[in-house]
T-cell receptor, first 115, second 109 residues
Framework: ETGVTQSPTHLIKTRGQQVTLRCSSQ?????VSWYQQALGQGPQFIFQ???????GRGNFPPRFSGLQFPNYSSELNVNALELDDSALYLC??????????????FGPGTRLTVL | DAKTTQPNSMESNEEEPVHLPCNHS???????IHWYRQLPSQGPEYVIH???SNVNNRMASLAIAEDRKSSTLILHRATLRDAAVYYC??????????FGEGTQLTVNP
């Protein structure tokens, strides 16, 4: 059973550019969530995808968008990058349950630096 | 928003038990309590979760107060590898996790 993987590990972009981050879910998981973690803070929920549909969104602007593919891998796209977008981006996969019992498995994250 | 309150930091000695407290006084009847931890330079890692009863697994124990307004994560014998930020999270339906600032646990040799 392979764990959650993310690519790239590190990325440097300039303000105004666009970026795509990738995530491969753990085998058998049908739900992927993305989080942004600024330095010294807890992760903040961006959005979640279940069966290729967005299934909940946090307080992030529309320039943050995502995709989930039939094999349950996922992408996070950020347009018009701002300096404050510099953070660790975490992907987490899980098996959907309506109760609050499902554990999430996190990848190691992608460190994005916006200059 | 699903709020919990934890101390900013705690310190323990190696091989001693650690009790990490969490307050969730506004918890609803169907919210689960989850604990995750984040080691340096890694993504968060699931530790344990519970609803009403105390729970044990290979990593830790979770003691939930009878009124469910607080809980305690128990590491029975702390090791240096347990040094991490520990997050206590209320989880309703679905998978959204609302992280707070967590508790930074330092383990002294």
């Amino acid at each position: 059973e392979t764990g959650v993987t993310q690519s790239p590990t590190h990325l440097i972009k300039t303000r105004g550019q666009q970026v795509t981050l990738r995530c491969s879910s753990q085998s058998g998981h049908n739900t992927v969530s993305w989080y942004q973690q600024a330095l010294g803070q807890g992760p903040q929920f961006i959005f979640q995808y279940y069966r290729e549909e967005e299934n909940g969104r946090g307080n992030f602007p529309p320039r943050f968008s995502g995709l989930q593919f039939p094999n349950y891998s996922s992408e996070l796209n950020v347009n018009a990058l701002e300096l404050d977008d510099s953070a660790l981006y975490l992907c987490a996969s899980s098996l959907w349950r309506t109760s609050g019992t499902n554990e999430q498995f996190f990848g190691p994250g992608t460190r994005l630096t916006v200059l | 928003d699903a709020k919990t309150t934890q101390p900013n930091s705690m310190e323990s000695n190696e091989e001693e038990p650690v009790h990490l407290p969490c307050n969730h006084s506004t918890i609803s009847g169907t919210d689960y309590i989850h604990w995750y931890r984040q080691l340096p330079s890694q993504g968060p890692e699931y530790v344990i979760h519970g609803l009403t009863s105390n729970v044990n697994n290979r990593m830790a124990s979770l003691a939930i107060a009878e009124d469910r307004k607080s809980s305690t994560l128990i590491l029975h014998r702390a090791t240096l590898r347990d040094a991490a930020v520990y997050y206590c999270i209320r989880v309703a339906s679905g998978s959204r996790l609302t992280f707070g600032e967590g508790t930074q646990l330092t383990v002294n040799p």
